[in-house]
């Protein structure tokens, strides 16, 4: 079945750098990956939608400038979190759809603790 | 705006016994419907969804879920629950024509008890 992969899975950083998450669709192409963000025992808040070959589209709140995302290709998207600080600390999900209204696939997220 | 809210945070159950957990969600138009489960560690996978036809679904391991779309709601049900249901689940709801954004709900941890 349809597998999508997020690199890494585990990621620990100072505040002020910045961080770069990978999402890759393995077997099928992706016009369309979603990125999520998940606190603990809390459910998954859509940040933005990527789209290949054009801007993402951010949900309200979330700040375009601190989380960038880039869908250069058919099979991955990349968001990367810049100026990091704790409370960007979460645990960041990715997921694809093979077309329209597919079931969605996750990626296996990333942990990102920043000290 | 949608949104999908669950009812119960946390239940706790015994071996064999009875499992429904809620799903309401507020949008009048046309959506499609899902079931995610999270064990712990582990990520997101699909349970079951609706798109149409039989409001009824069945999904893996058992499980099922019910559409009644005059109550807006998409109940997950199990017969008899297993100590390996322990897990995280989440209901989530997708706006036709809105391509595979999800909303999802707060989430419900369910417990066995062996």
């Known amino acids: 079945g349809a597998v999508v992969s997020q690199h890494p899975s585990r990621v620990i950083c100072k505040s002020g750098t910045s961080v770069k998450i990978e999402c890759r669709s393995l077997d099928f192409q992706a016009t369309t990956m979603f990125w999520y963000r998940q606190f603990p025992k809390q459910s998954l808040m859509l940040m933005a939608t990527s789209n290949e070959g054009s801007k993402a589209t951010y949900e309200q709140g979330v700040e375009k400038d601190k989380f960038l995302i880039n869908h250069a290709s058919l099979t991955l998207s990349t968001l990367t979190v810049t100026s990091a600080h704790p409370e960007d600390s979460s645990f960041y999900i990715c997921?694809?759809?093979?077309?329209?209204?597919?079931?969605?696939?996750f990626g296996n997220g990333t942990r990102l603790t920043v000290t | 705006a949608q949104s999908v809210s669950q009812h119960n945070h946390h239940v706790i159950l015994s071996e064999a016994a009875s499992l429904e957990l809620g799903c309401n969600y507020s949008?009048?138009?046309?959506?499609?419907l899902f079931w995610y489960v999270q064990y712990p560690g582990q990520h997101l996978q699909l349970l079951l969804k609706?798109?149409?036809?039989?409001?009824l679904v069945k999904g893996i391991k058992g499980f099922e879920a019910e559409f009644i779309k005059s109550k807006f709601s998409f109940n997950l049900r199990k017969p008899s629950v297993q100590w390996s249901d322990t897990a995280e689940y989440f209901c989530a709801v997708n706006v036709y024509n809105q391509g595979g954004k999800l909303i999802f709900g707060q989430g419900t941890e369910l417990s066995v008890k062996p």
């Open positions: 949008y009048g138009g046309t959506v499609n």
């Open positions: 997921s694809a759809s093979l077309q329209g209204n597919s079931p969605l696939h």
């Open positions: 609706y798109f149409s036809g039989d409001p």
